[in-house]
């Protein structure tokens, strides 16, 4: 839908109907206000990710650079030190990684992240200092106090500004740097090495420096250009109009905005299956993270044997089919799949589980051996997509979307921290027998994990929303039910007295002690009163909710019962199924008996570029259709039911009529309705329908 940021219009984020250019970047079919601010979005908050990413990323690859290129033999490294090295990386990452992501919710991200730039930039070229591994292990612990926060909180902004039809290609994009830091870290090495002996120095410390050379002013820079999040943005790089347009937009991706952290909020979290299938599924894809498999396969090599620059560069191959890999999983899961994410999941863990597996056999052919090696880098592409999966799925909680992206890195760390010492031991080297099992029985688990999730999250949505247009079918039978009730109490209304017996019988013949509807509305009422209530709720809420929140809160003593709650439940479940018929036949009616109204219609819908199952907030922004809808329901009002009405102390006259005090009139909405001055007038239109 064409974008006016004053008057509050938004594209349509979910299945849009695209032209051929959406499938090349998102915002080419965008209208040219959420165009710029998308732009400004890909070159602040994206770009600058995508540094700080590469050089977090370059930091961590080079310490496996280092080792096999001079840093072993002047620390005095023997046995699994390297493996501790990294595992006090993992424990300063598993310490800070959580609290780091909950702080970017409560301080400003323009602050938060550069600062942890600076302070891991720093701590990175002290590195070339270390004289032992003892020091070593020291700096490598608070470098990853440091770095924890980063990928998770990218995600998590990446989560807070963009929308579902464009968060899969920027958090593969983000991701990519990190593989492109791996690519360039042997580059980096080859060249660097070169500068051995320069000051004094060996290769591997010039490589630590120059590290540090390369993150400086990319943390600086972030200081200024990197944005905040949608709520708190207050930099001079997006106009009001454009901060009001961020915020609709998360408001049609339905993300809400971030609310207090309570004990109760803290126990639905923790209750949800979200943290931990979720986590458990990143630490199936993460089996071979961290670990030197392919290096050390080239350093172990005998014949032939390898130089220095060869062992930094072979490798790099892995990471430019990671590169490749992301962007085609996250063109085909945006563009083609429509958002969804399962598919592309599924085909990454397959295929490494065929690589881990090949390689686990060892035995194999030396040609499909590198070929593995190679190969692997293709789930490792899809964890951009596992990100966005996340965002997604706890998109109706900031909180929890940020716990729950910090709490899948950390569990991967917390892993990380012990797996390796057992199963990616240097002594295994290259064969890793234990090692490609272990990674191979985590592909397997993973492959498992991903339809189960997608099961959970249809269900989901399915309990929050019927969701009949979506899924294209009856749900729970309910519609069904609903035609057979309307025809029995079509029956009651001529035979009352017979009541009580045919709801009886159809109890029995249902199987239900209730009619089916109203059991259905008392299944929705009980989840949700597992909810806890929202004080600051955003985005649309079901009247359910609001009912059981005005009991727990005794608004104005009206006294809402739980039957008032059963009832209404019951009771707006059937009403409105024949009205709303009518209403649409009236609509489609009239429209075509007048062509100029059909014509007008055509064009705005066109020109809205509306989903292909529009949601209400959108349909609410085409003006001329909401005019059409409401003069039809003047017209042909579905209602036959009068509008009652209390006469005032003091009695009325109506129509020349007088009724006293205390009595109940009541007027057809036909009748109600019937002068265009009034209706018109009240609606504030001024738009011409004939």
Known sequence: MSTDAESGQVSEENKERKSWKSFVWDSLDKSPEERRLVLKLDLTLLTLGCLGYFTKYLDQANLTNAFVSGMKEDLHM??????????????????????????????????????????WTGLTMCTAACKTPTQLYVLRFFVGVAEAGYYPGMNYMIGSWYGKDEMAKRACILNGSGSAALMFSGFLMTAVINLGGKGGLPGWKWLFIMDGVISFPIAVVSYIFLPDSPETCRGFLFTKEQITLAKKRMVLAERRLKQPITWAKVKKIFSSWHI??????????????????????????????YSVQQINLYPTGTYAVQIFSALVFAWVSDAFLNGQRWGVLLFGAVFNLITMGSLAAWNIAEGWRWACYYLAGIHVGASGIVFTWANEICTDDTEERALVLATMNSMVSVVGAWLPLLVWQQVDAP???????????????????????KILQDKEVKDERLGFLTKGEDIAGLMKSLDTILHLHTFLSVFPW????????????????????????????KLKRQETADADETGPVCMVKKFIDAQRRKDDNKG??????????????????????????SIVYFIYQNPQVLEKVRDEIETARLAPIPTFQSVQQLPYLQAVIKEVTRVNPASGLPLWREVPKGGAVLCGQYFPEGNAGSKLSTAANLSEKIVISRLGLDLELA
Not at 574 to 581: E, F, I, K, V, W
């Open 78 to 119: 023997f046995g699994n030190q390297l493996n501790y090295a990294t595992t006090c990386f993992t424990v300063g990452y598993i310490v800070a990684e959580i609290p780091s992501n909950l702080i970017l919710t409560r301080v400003r991200p323009s602050i938060f992240i550069p600062t942890c730039q600076m302070l």
């Open 276 to 305: 931990y299938l979720l986590s458990l599924y990143y630490i199936m894809i993460s089996g071979t993270s961290g670990t030197p498999i392919f290096p050390q396969y080239l350093k172990d090599h005998v014949k032939p044997k």
């Open 431 to 453: 064969v890793y027998h234990k090692g490609f099992i272990t990674a191979t029985v985590f592909g397997a688990i993973a492959v498992i994990l991903i339809p189960v999730m």
């Open 498 to 525: 017979l009541m009580p017996m045919v709801h009886f019988i159809h109890g029995i013949l249902s199987k239900n002690k209730e009619v089916y509807h109203q059991k259905f509305g008392n299944e929705k009422i």
């Open 560 to 585: 809402i019962t739980d039957w008032d709650i059963s009832l209404n439940a019951g009771a707006n479940i059937g009403a409105g199924s024949d009205t709303t018929a009518i209403t649409l036949s």
